[in-house]
Antibody
Framework: EVQLLESGGGLVQPGGSLRLSCAAS????????MSWVRQAPGKGLEWVSA????????YYADSVKGRFTISRDNSKNTLYLQMNSLRAEDTAVYYC??????????????????WGQGTMVTVSS | EIVLTQSPATLSLSPGERATLSCGAS???????LAWYQQKPGLAPRLLIY???SRATGIPDRFSGSGSGTDFTLTISRLEPEDFAVYYC??????????FGQGTKLEIK
């Protein structure tokens, strides 16, 4: 079964740091770009960051650029999101998501066919 | 960045009726790289349609997508009770960034 399982969420003070993990199973992890998407309470979906299958290319939303770092360990089938300098507006459920297929250049990302269950990040003093 | 605008914000219909949801883009979506997702409370989004009109694996054929350029539509031919949820469109043709619409809530009338 294809599955993504996030962990690492929690309560953190403004200015603090947190690292999210996403464990993948049931597919060839290194063959697919992966993304993080977040959803603030009662709000819509916001793409946060993406990484190519090899890990050689990374992409960020302007709202997190310079504060968040995406990475992956293909030997462990795990995706990460290091979040620094957290703000109240980063409070959200964070989902990891798998690209449906390898995108055809120059397109970088595809639709997201598999999502994790989400992990809640709350930034508050 | 392509901005997606979904309409209506809320759609009230009865089971058995036909639902038509719209997604407009601020500029043309490259190669119709547009997807639709369904999200139920407390759950992750589920991919319904990709590349504007292709159904994802396991999605019933009452769901269909159409459109190109800047205007896209998700149609649910006959609403089942389990179809009442929030629906999002997403473009990935001009990515990054990937962008989502603000969502349409489909509620029971």
């Amino acid at each position: 079964e294809v599955q993504l399982l996030e962990s690492g969420g929690g309560l953190v003070q403004p200015g603090g740091s947190l690292r999210l993990s996403c464990a993948a199973s049931g597919f060839t992890f290194s063959s697919y770009a992966m993304s993080w998407v977040r959803q603030a309470p009662g709000k819509g979906l916001e793409w946060v960051s993406a990484i190519s299958g090899s890990g050689g290319s990374t992409y960020y939303a302007d709202s997190v650029k310079g504060r968040f770092t995406i990475s992956r360990d293909n030997s462990k089938n795990t995706l990460y999101l290091q979040m620094n300098s957290l703000r109240a507006e980063d409070t959200a459920v964070y989902y990891c998501a798998k690209d449906r297929a390898a995108a055809a250049p120059p397109v970088v990302l595809d639709a997201f066919d598999i999502w994790g269950q989400g992990t809640m990040v709350t930034v508050s003093s | 960045e392509i901005v997606l605008t979904q309409s209506p914000a809320t759609l009230s219909l009865s089971p058995g009726e036909r639902a038509t949801l719209s997604c407009g883009a601020s500029q043309s979506v490259s190669s119709s790289y547009l997807a639709w997702y369904q999200q139920k409370p407390g759950l992750a989004p589920r991919l319904l349609i990709y590349d504007a009109s292709s159904r994802a694996t396991g999605i019933p054929d009452r769901f269909s997508g159409s459109g190109s350029g800047t205007d896209f539509t998700l149609t649910i031919s006959r609403l089942e009770p389990e179809d009442f949820a929030v629906y999002y469109c997403q473009q990935y043709g001009s990515s990054p960034p990937v962008t989502f619409g603000q969502g349409t809530k489909l509620e029971i009338k």
